[in-house]
């Protein structure tokens, strides 16, 4: 039987997301709190928080993208931050390829991914270098796409699109930042890992997780 992720897996996912992301908040803080305004953490508790109420309170005929949506909504609407309108768009992308579906075969569940980089890097107008999040979905979305193209089982695929993110969270250390309020210390910033790759990076690693139990096949 070939593995799927379901509206009910989806909604675990962002459970297991808000409490991570809250488990780090002081972290992410104290790492914003070197380079930027130190609420880093406290943005992404609350946004993650709201997009997971908003899914848990969707109807039960709820579709994947139904979920997605509210998440972006839910986000959003927590979140006046960089990073609200960023993972608003995320979310939004991998609602149009998840589609008005109920589950989705756990094979076609890194494309989610893939969207959701693109979403950040054109919404965000960032490239990789620039010393922000997309540092670390980029390499993400790479690694997914390579895996994907070599017919990879999706545990080791989302083993390497986490490696990849944290290896891309690790390399901003040694960027300036060129994009943010970070942007504001020029050289300065060197030395200092960006908060928001920090965070990304544990968000990709804890879908990775996640997705991993899925693939029993």
């Known amino acids: 039987m070939t593995a799927a992720l379901t509206t009910a897996d989806v909604a675990c996912l962002f459970r297991e997301l808000a409490n ?80 008005a579906r109920h589950e989705l075969l756990l094979n076609e569940a890194p494309g989610l991914i893939v969207a959701m980089a693109e979403g950040i890097r054109s919404r965000g107008r960032a490239e990789i270098g620039e010393k922000t999040m997309v540092d670390a979905w980029a390499p993400a979305a790479a690694a997914i796409e390579q895996g994907m193209a070599d017919g990879l089982p999706v545990r080791e695929i989302m083993t390497r699109a986490g490696e990849a993110a944290t290896a891309g969270a690790e390399s901003t250390i040694a960027m300036v930042a060129t994009k943010g309020r970070s942007s504001r210390l020029g050289e300065r910033s060197i030395g200092h890992v960006d908060p928001g790759a920090a965070s990304a990076a544990m968000v990709l690693n804890v879908i990775a997780e996640n997705w991993r139990r899925h693939d029993t096949d």
């Not at 002081?26 to 305004?37: H, M, T």
């Not at 946004?47 to 979920?67: K, M, N, R, V, Y």
């Open 20 to 99: 991570a992301v809250a488990q780090a908040r002081d972290e992410l803080c104290r790492l914003d709190g070197v380079i930027g305004d130190a609420d880093h953490g406290i943005a992404m508790e609350q946004g993650f928080a709201a997009a997971s109420q908003a899914i848990e309170a969707l109807p039960a005929q709820a579709t994947l993208a139904d979920q997605l949506n509210a998440a972006a909504k839910g986000f959003l609407n927590a979140v006046g931050a960089s990073s609200g309108p960023l993972y608003a768009t995320a979310f939004m992308r991998a609602a149009k390829v998840a589609g």
